[in-house]
C-alpha cells in the first residue's frame, strides 16, 4: 500500500496564489505517473494536471492551463501544484493520485481520468474568496 498526503490548501483571494504538496509513502516514486484531481461541492471530480515520471512532460485541464504549474521532487518523494491567479471556480477538494502499473501506456490521454490511478490522497480544501 502507499500513502499520499496533501498539504497546502487554505482560503485565499482572488488573484492570489496556493501552493499544494503531496507527498508518499515507500521506495517507488520515481516510478509512479502522478496527477491532481479536485471536486466542488456537488460535482464530479474533474482532471487538473498530470506528471511523468521524471517530470519533464506534463499535462493539465484547459480550465488551468497558464495559471497552474504541476511538478515533483522524486528525491524528497514529493508532487507539487503551483496554483496562481486563482479564480473563485477553482474552489474545490484536490486530490494527488499515484499510478503505479508498469506502462503508463497512452499517458497523457488515458491520465486524464481517475480510473488511471491506484492509490488517492485524503484531500485539501482549496476555497478561493471573490
Known amino acids: 500500500q502507499v500513502q499520499l498526503v496533501e498539504s497546502g490548501g487554505g482560503l485565499v483571494q482572488a488573484g492570489g496564489s496556493l501552493r499544494l504538496s503531496c507527498t508518499a509513502s515507500?521506495?517507488?516514486?520515481?516510478?509512479?505517473?502522478m496527477g491532481w484531481f479536485r471536486q466542488a461541492p456537488g460535482k464530479e471530480r474533474e482532471f487538473v494536471a498530470t506528471?511523468?515520471?521524471?517530470?519533464?512532460?506534463?499535462d493539465y485541464a484547459d480550465s488551468v492551463k497558464g495559471r497552474f504549474t504541476i511538478s515533483r521532487v522524486n528525491a524528497k518523494n514529493t508532487m507539487y501544484l503551483q496554483m496562481n491567479s486563482l479564480k473563485p471556480d477553482d474552489t474545490a477538494v484536490y486530490f494527488c493520485?499515484?499510478?503505479?502499473?508498469?506502462?503508463?501506456?497512452?499517458?497523457?490521454?488515458?491520465?486524464?481520468?481517475?480510473?488511471?490511478?491506484?492509490?488517492w490522497g485524503q484531500g485539501t480544501q482549496v476555497t478561493v474568496s471573490s
Open positions: 506528471i511523468n515520471r521524471s517530470g519533464a512532460n506534463t
Open positions: 515507500g521506495r517507488a516514486f520515481s516510478s509512479y505517473y
Open positions: 493520485a499515484a499510478d503505479d502499473s508498469l506502462s503508463g501506456s497512452n499517458w497523457p490521454v488515458t491520465h486524464r481520468r481517475s480510473y488511471a490511478y491506484d492509490y
